[in-house]
């Protein structure tokens, strides 16, 4: 590999998240963190050189949105995806979290009802709770180690729904939605006057052989009616740059949601926001390719282990993502019991799998996107701790 993934790389003293996170969340600072979801591999040199380039030129005034990001943008998509956008459907969004709060304030009033499919990544239920809506959760079920839609409870929690949430593909069971799949989706929200907010922020991440269907490109159903929300950030390790994008194709639903973030000011970009995503739309091909690859690794490491030391924790094995969910309900422990396994006997900093919905329960989320040699102390421990509770 041109890239090397091996390297261990300190995040001491960087104000990381995920190291920082921990004495808030976990009331101590012994634990291995594979948490938060970002990597702990080095972020692409050619994003690094966009912001060194920048910082040549002493003054970090207020930053016009250049045409290359355009450009970028709507070449990324049509080379990986083979959807092709107009730049007239662009615009930029601080954040994908925010720019899901956005569309909620923008499209929807207190006490609207707004779906979301669980479990899922936590914001989906908070965020619309905190504006004051109402969440609708319709469960996903587990067959053939797959997770899919319940498709007669979607049906049936629909009715009276404002919007939904689809993550896409899915976090954290790593799911990638078939293009029938998404058809149906679409075909059921316009039925019931439900627009789709489409976050497709770990779209970079789909695992070979599966492909990636944008959901506005799946059907015309959805494309007019729906928001589509996604970034470099989560694929080229990049999410502390907070620069993301809106893309829509209808031509109503974009005017009313560029003016929400023209009017508030939501969508001017910081002096770093714009060319570290040309840079990576430009440049990252081979670093990710390279980088998905190592990340099938470490998840067939982790499979294995799991088969032969143990066989009482399974995995759902994801599509797309470097979040792995474990599945503990055979260990046969509540969710407290669970959380003081993981801390106490193999001294990890995990999500637990209640925080993503009731149906998490029994779950722990696991980020592999680190070194090999980082996974294989997790492991260890893992085993270690496995070992107390079978003596």
Known sequence: ?????????????????????????????????????????????????????????????????????????????????????????????????????????????????????????????????????????????????????????????AKGCSMF???????????????????????????????????????????PPFHHIPYAMCCEEAKQNSITLASPSKALNMAGMVSSYSVIPNDDIRTQFDAYLNNNELNMGHAFAFRTVIAAYTHGTEWLDQCLAYIQGNIDYVEKRLRENMPEITMIRPQASYLIFLDCKKLHMNNNQLHDFFVCKAHLALNDGFTFGDNGSGYMRLNIATPRCVLKRAIDQLAEGYKTIHN
Not at 103 to 120: E, H, M, N, R, S
Not at 184 to 191: L, Q, S, V
């Open 1 to 157: 590999m041109k890239y090397n993934f091996d390297e261990v790389i300190s995040r001491k003293d960087t104000d990381a998240l995920k190291i920082e996170g921990m004495d808030e969340n976990w009331g101590r600072h012994d634990l291995l963190p594979l948490w938060i979801a970002d990597m702990d591999f080095a972020t692409p040199p050619f994003i690094i050189d966009a912001i060194t380039d920048r910082c040549k030129n002493p003054v970090l005034g207020y930053t016009k949105r250049p045409q290359e990001w355009s450009d970028a943008i709507v070449n990324w998509q049509k080379n990986r995806f083979g959807w092709d956008i107009k730049e007239g459907w662009l615009n930029f969004v601080p954040g994908i979290v925010p720019g899901i709060a956005f569309a909620i304030q923008c499209f929807t009033k207190p006490g609207d009802k707004i779906l979301i499919t669980t479990p899922v990544y936590p914001p989906y239920l908070h965020v619309p709770r905190k504006n004051g809506r109402i969440v609708v959760e319709c469960n996903l079920k587990l067959k053939d180690d797959e997770i899919v839609i319940d498709w007669e409870d979607f049906e049936t929690v």
């Open 165 to 207: 949430l689809l993550c896409h593909p899915h976090n954290p069971g790593g799911r990638v939605w078939t293009k029938e799949e998404l058809c149906r989706i679409a075909e059921i929200c316009k039925r019931n006057n439900i627009l789709v907010v489409s976050d497709e922020i770990h779209a970079d991440l789909t695992l």
